[in-house]
């Protein structure tokens, strides 16, 4: 599977990432070679085979309704790089 | 005094008990073994020494209060598990400084045991990396030969273990992470069933994957080390509620009858000559221990290395989104607006490793790709975990290789990603199938490189595989073999 530059470029904005023209053919490159490594899968007849997203039987883990103290505000906050009045503080989102 | 007199754990508490050192003459000891060699191995991201002492004298006093084998030991632990107050950076830029609030389940089990953290050991960044070169702050080096590679991504873990920096390490295996650099180390690395030791406080790579686990000297170690940190935690919701185990009853001599699975695809193309001869003269001691051994099959395990990365990724992708220069980590310079904060702040806070397989993960599970890439994946995740079950049925443990290959030159395989990946074919099919395997020493090739033996079990056969690695390294003493690592040059 042969990725363009386009290509990377749609799913470079779907991860929120950016690259400068030399990463785009590099990163073209490299992952189209490692996406035709994974065609091989395709030999594969996976027919009716159940996809297994987890090897445990994953359920809903439920405790008690219990009110405990939680992480306070200050330790929350305390790695954020910018913070305003006991929040984190972003750039406008809004005009 | 020379380190060799302190080499295990077990070895360390015989001295204490007889009253021929203490706690704070061992720590020292590291401590100073560290200054040596730390500037040429480079394991480590921090080290505690200060604290780690204080510790250690703390030890001393309080003896009399010892309850664990583990009271007084210093470890390393990798820079991916947190501890609270102590800054974890993943061995990423986009972490550095942060410092986290809380502790990890097995942090905590660690130090409820009295043992002693001497330094955060370095990392391929998230623990994406077969080498350790994908570090973001230095690469580590093997303790046999410092331009080689200590394998990745636990590195830094092994380095430290095999070069007498600390008695035992945390590691975690995502694809082979804790048994590749165990293999290129010479020393004895855990990855334990899925569930059976808690991932909270576990910086996440891909959840369905990534597991905890001890890296350790010998076989006795690595049981010490994982009694203390099997077992079910409620702030682990993927956490195995079961009865806890002793691991060090199933340390036995005696394997008589035990019946070891051999895989004749895992012997095929592309394995080392003297990697294959280790590990054939390895079948003889068992043949040699009354061990029967049978073949199996595992037919589609040449398609597990396809539906890792594909899993895996997709996985990362998804964990990774939260670093994005709000809440905590680096904050890029100069930006227009939210989605350019994101964007620059995850394009240069992330390493080049990093973001080849958050852009294969967002690919995967994008519109248009997803059936084709994720689901298969997960459907051939299916057929390799049947293919297990049916060939651990018909055998107790199955031996492999754990590595095609002995530690590999620096920059030998950094430029090509899927040549690097392959070095982990042996390992990956054990995380994606969720069950234990163990790698241990099984001697040395011709330029004096250690071999790895990787011992695959059932869901929760730790039990089988510690018995089966012990008998053999009793048999063999292959784990004795160190590294000439003298000092820093």
Not at chain 1, 68 to 88: H, I, T, V, W, Y
Not at chain 2, 335 to 340: H, M, S, T
């Amino acid at each position: 599977m042969k990725l363009t530059k386009e290509d990377v470029i749609y799913v470079a904005d779907l991860a929120r990432l950016e690259f400068t023209e030399e990463e785009l053919g590099l990163y073209a490159d490299q992952l189209s070679a490692i996406l035709d490594y994974e065609e091989k899968l395709n030999e594969l007849d996976t027919t009716n085979v159940v996809p297994t997203a987890h090897v445990l039987p994953v359920n809903n883990v439920l405790r008690e309704d219990v009110v405990k103290p939680s992480l306070d505000r200050e330790k929350a906050l305390m790695n954020a790089p910018s913070q305003d009045q006991g929040c984190f503080s972003v750039p406008n989102v809004l005009e | 005094m020379k380190m060799t007199k302190y080499r295990t754990i077990h070895e360390i508490k015989a001295l204490i008990e007889k009253g021929e050192t203490t706690y704070e003459e061992v720590m020292g000891a590291y401590i100073n073994r560290i200054d040596q060699v730390e500037g040429t191995v480079d394991s480590f991201l921090q080290v505690l020494k200060e604290e780690a002492l204080n510790q250690a004298k703390a030890a001393d006093e309080n003896k009399d209060d010892k309850t664990s084998p583990l009271f007084g030991i210093p470890y390393g632990l990798k820079d991916n598990i947190c501890m609270e107050g102590v800054e974890t950076t993943c061995a990423s830029k986009i972490l550095t400084g942060f410092i986290p609030p809380y502790s990890a389940t097995v942090a905590e089990d660690l130090k409820n045991s009295g043992a002693v953290v001497l330094g955060k050991a370095n990392m391929d960044e998230f623990a994406m990396g077969s080498s350790n070169e994908n570090s973001s702050i230095k690469p580590t080096k093997n303790p046999w030969d410092p331009s080689r590679v200590p394998g990745g991504s636990s590195g830094g873990s092994a380095a430290c273990v095999a070069a007498d920096e600390v008695v035992f390490a945390l590691g975690s295996d995502t694809g082979g992470s804790i048994r590749q650099p165990a293999s290129f180390c010479g020393v004895v690395g855990l990855k334990p069933t899925y569930g059976l030791v808690s991932r909270y406080g576990l910086i996440a790579f891909a959840s369905s994957l990534d597991q905890i686990g001890p890296i350790t000297k010998d076989v006795t170690d690595c049981a010490l080390v994982l009694n203390q940190i099997a077992g079910h935690d409620e702030k682990d919701s993927t956490s195995v509620d079961r009865e806890k185990e002793d691991y060090t009853s199933y340390l036995q001599k005696d394997i008589k009858g035990m019946k070891i699975g051999i895989v004749e695809e895992y012997f095929g193309e592309g394995l080392q000559p003297d990697v294959r001869k280790r590990l054939e003269e390895a079948v003889e001691v068992y043949k040699s221990l009354g061990a029967q051994l049978v073949d199996v099959k595992l037919p589609t395990s040449d398609y597990a290395l396809s539906a890792y990365y594909i899993i895996s990724s997709a996985e990362a992708s998804s964990n990774l989104a939260r670093y994005d220069g709000i809440r905590y980590g680096f904050r890029a310079e100069g930006f227009d607006d939210l989605l350019d904060l994101y964007k620059k702040t995850r394009s240069q806070g992330f390493g080049e490793e990093v973001k080849r397989r958050i852009m294969l993960g967002t690919y995967a599970l994008s519109s248009g790709y997803y059936d084709a890439y994720y689901k298969k994946a997960l459907q051939v995740r299916t057929l390799i975990k049947e293919d297990f079950d049916k060939a651990l049925s018909q055998c107790d443990v199955i031996l492999s290789p754990t590595c095609p290959t002995t530690a590999f030159k620096l920059g030998e395989k950094s430029s090509d990603p899927l040549e690097m990946y392959l070095s982990d074919i042996y390992t990956v099919p054990v995380n994606i199938a969720g069950i234990p395997a163990i790698s241990i020493p099984c001697g040395l090739d011709e330029q004096g490189l250690p071999v790895g033996m990787q011992l695959i079990g059932r869901d929760f056969g730790e039990k089988d595989i510690l018995k089966a690695a012990y008998a053999f390294e009793q048999a063999t003493k292959h784990h004795l073999n160190r590294p000439t690592l003298q000092e820093a040059r």
